[in-house]
């Protein structure tokens, strides 16, 4: 009898419930402002105070609140899930504005889904657009990077909002050329005053207006600075391509100072130039673009130039949002880039 009444007992022990789920309004509560002030952080509203985005923040990540995306579905009868279609997430760039997006849209209540495309292959993009268009997504976030796929999605009709942000050749206008504009014009002007006269530019492919943009830059910056530019050499943003584009070269016909594209360039050049035997930066300077991660321990340390990747994929999501919601578009603006000097320039050589 005993034995049945205490197992009557422990049946009768009620469960621990799972924690109950964290709402807009506890979110609110923590972090001492209105439920719908919340909501606008969560649409991603720009006219909130610093310090009260802090808070908001704070109490977002100290309560884990994850948006109910089924019931809000449900509720309003849409989707919250956005398609983002992006270049080979291998590089840099394309890799961090995704992560930006991605971010931006999760804090907005959205799902991020991520289709990577190979653009060396049209057929290989156009079934992506094909699958994609198929879903039931809220909007599109087509990045796009290279011509191919820029014309790809600009002839496509999609069936939701879309936004497709893609680098213009309007270097002087376009905010999203900013790091090609003022990050070229930073390097160049940094050699220049290091007493550098002779200049050699590695550049990135030309069916990326990025790697255009820069071109121009490099070159507008070569002509401010009243320098010279000995010529420009081709590479495709890998390591490989600007270790390529050095060693294929018998000598660098005077040039001091080589301008890479981008870091990974600017490895493999400097690569090239110490087995050529030249002492960087003694013999000669390399800057790159971009402050990848491993630029700071190179060997020497990568003078660069640090762009906000993530302020890009946030406002290429601020764009697309402001679509889907039927809200007022945002002013675009233009991160500024930020020179970091580090080992790898220095004064132009003295003759012996």
Same mark, same amino acid.
């Not at 991520?114 to 879903?135: F, G, M, N």
């Given at each position: 009898m005993s034995g049945t009444a205490e197992s009557s007992e422990i049946a009768r022990a009620p469960s621990s419930a799972p924690p109950k789920a964290a709402t807009i309004y506890d979110v609110a509560k923590a972090a001492g402002v209105s439920h719908q002030t919340v909501s606008r952080f969560l649409k991603g509203y720009e006219g909130i105070r610093p310090q009260t985005r802090d808070r908001v923040e704070l109490a977002l990540d100290e309560l884990g609140y994850r948006p109910n995306l089924t019931a809000r579905s449900l509720k309003s009868g849409r989707s919250h899930r956005i398609g983002a279609l992006t270049h080979e997430i291998a590089h840099v760039g394309p890799a961090r504005i995704v992560e930006g997006a991605s971010a931006a849209a999760r804090e907005a209540g959205y #799902? %991020?889904?991520? #289709? =990577? %495309? *190979?653009?060396? *292959?049209? =057929? /290989?993009?156009?079934? =992506?657009? /094909?699958?994609?268009?198929?879903? *039931?997504?809220a909007g599109v976030l087509a990045l796009g990077v290279t011509d191919g796929m820029t014309h790809a999605f600009e002839a496509t009709a999609f069936r939701v909002p879309a936004y497709v942000a893609a680098e213009s050749d309007n270097l002087a206008d376009d905010p999203r050329a900013a790091l090609s504009r003022l990050g070229l014009a930073a390097v160049v002007s940094h050699l220049a005053g290091l007493g550098h006269r002779h200049f050699v530019h590695i550049a990135g492919p030309t069916e990326w207006s990025a790697a255009r943009n820069r071109i121009r830059a490099y070159e507008n910056a070569i002509a401010a600075n009243g320098v010279h530019s000995v010529g420009t050499l081709q590479g495709d943003w890998s390591a490989e391509s600007g270790y390529r584009a050095v060693a294929g070269l018998a000598a660098l016909p005077g040039a001091t100072a080589v301008v890479c594209a981008n870091d990974q360039m600017a490895l493999g050049a400097m690569l090239a130039l110490k087995e050529s035997g030249l002492r960087i930066p003694d013999d000669i300077s390399v800057v790159g673009i971009d402050d990848i991660p491993e630029a700071a321990y190179l060997d020497p340390p990568l003078t660069t130039v640090r762009n906000d990747f993530d302020a890009q994929g946030r406002a290429a999501m601020r764009q697309l949002l402001a679509r889907i919601e039927h809200t007022e578009l945002p002013r675009p603006v233009a991160p500024t880039p930020l020179l970091i000097v580090r080992r790898s320039s220095g004064p132009v050589p003295t003759s012996p």
């Open positions: #799902v %991020l889904d991520i #289709v =990577s %495309l *190979d653009t060396r *292959d049209p =057929s /290989a993009i156009e079934k =992506s657009l /094909a699958l994609i268009t198929q879903h *039931d997504l």
